[in-house]
């Protein structure tokens, strides 16, 4: 029993394909900025996988830097994002992000 | 020095964690990860989705803790998760509020999950508490905080200037008073009392 490369690739992109989901299927402005946040996770998980298991075990530092740099351009993007959804909010007083907001 | 063939390549690459405990660990934390991650996108009530992705980012520092280094954990475990926890709780604080609403976030299908969840998170614990702690696992450890400080000095300024502006944006939102103004509950589709009456009509969930 052992758990390598691939397992975690698999979780990766389980998480991307959720965030995917829930940018593109779901209305609320919250739960889109929790699916950017999953989308970013997701590659950072990737990036550490392949520095711990894969090629990028040769410059091992890299990926879990690259991890931490993606996560605060995710934080910060957060951070926008819900200044933007407070600013929505106060115009029509939910977070639903469609054509019949008028 | 690696070749571009694939058969070489596979003895030439870092081997697989084998440690039954630790790979119990892995496999438990990777499958809470997707559910709660799967749970935040998926769930009706705002307040459960917050919750559920805060818990996907603490699970993630889990994951981290076995495969990455040490530092990667502690940031995404004490900086990554509280703020961006706080940044969508803040916000939900600061619009719709944080109200219990009265309706059940979940079909009674999801229970049973629920159940499966708490059984892994146990096991989590159980393989935790009968680990003989540290044990290194990474292989990426030593010289990460030197590359940090050496190679991606501009990089870490960087993330640096955006954490502390992310961070102040946070106690900005939390400190902000509560506005005295009709709610709407934390319900991402509960549109009953919206203003705007055209959505009822076609009757579908968000």
Redesign the interface.
């Known amino acids: 029993?052992?758990?390598?490369?691939t397992?975690?690739l698999v979780?990766s992109a389980?998480?991307f394909a959720?965030?995917a989901?829930?940018i593109i299927a779901?209305?609320?402005a919250?739960?889109m900025?929790?699916?950017t946040?999953?989308m970013f996770?997701a590659g950072g998980?990737a990036f550490?996988?392949f520095?711990?298991?894969?090629?990028g075990?040769?410059h091992?530092?890299?990926?879990?830097?690259v991890?931490?740099?993606a996560?605060?351009?995710?934080?910060?993007e957060?951070?926008v994002g819900?200044?933007i959804?407070?600013i929505l909010?106060?115009e029509s007083?939910?977070?639903?992000l469609?054509a019949?907001?008028? | 020095m690696?070749e571009s063939d694939a058969v070489p390549?596979i003895g030439g690459?870092?081997a697989?964690?084998?440690s039954?405990p630790?790979?119990l660990f892995?496999?438990a934390v990777?499958v809470l990860?997707?559910v709660s991650?799967?749970t935040?996108?998926m769930v009706r009530n705002?307040l459960w989705?917050?919750g559920s992705?805060a818990s996907?980012?603490a699970l993630?520092a889990l994951?981290?803790l076995a495969?990455?280094?040490f530092?990667?954990f502690a940031?995404?475990l004490l900086?990554?998760t509280t703020?961006?926890a706080g940044?969508?709780l803040?916000?939900?604080r600061?619009?719709?509020g944080l109200d219990w609403t009265a309706d059940s976030p979940f079909n009674r299908q999801w229970l049973a999950g629920a159940a499966v969840c708490a059984a892994l998170l146990a096991l989590i614990g159980v393989v935790v508490a009968a680990t003989s702690w540290p044990v290194r696992v990474?292989?990426?450890e030593v010289?990460?905080g030197d590359?940090?400080t050496t190679?991606?000095v501009v990089?870490v300024a960087?993330?640096v200037v955006?954490?502390a502006?992310?961070a102040l944006?946070?106690g900005l939102?939390l400190a902000a008073p509560t506005p005295a103004?009709?709610r709407?509950g934390g319900s991402?589709t509960s549109r009953r009392d919206?203003?705007?009456g055209?959505?009822r009509a076609r009757g579908e969930t968000?």
Do not use: C, K
Not at chain 1, 60 to 65: L, N, R, V
């Open positions: 029993m052992s758990v390598g490369l397992a975690v979780v389980i998480l959720a965030g989901f829930a779901r209305r609320s919250v739960v900025l929790i699916g946040q999953l996770v998980v550490v996988a520095a711990r298991f894969g090629l075990a040769v091992a530092t890299a990926g879990p830097a991890a931490l740099f996560g605060a351009i995710a934080v910060g957060l951070a819900a200044a959804a407070v909010y106060r007083h939910n977070f639903f469609d019949e907001r008028g | 690696l390549l690459l870092p697989a964690i084998t039954p630790i790979v892995i496999y990777l990860m997707v991650a799967v935040s996108v705002t989705a917050i992705f996907t980012m993630l994951l981290y495969i990455a280094p530092v990667v940031v995404q900086v990554y703020i961006s940044l969508l803040g916000l939900l600061r619009t719709s990474s292989g990426g010289g990460l590359a940090l190679t991606y990089g960087t993330v955006l954490l502006a992310s944006g946070l939102l103004i009709p709407w991402t919206l203003p705007r055209g959505s968000r």
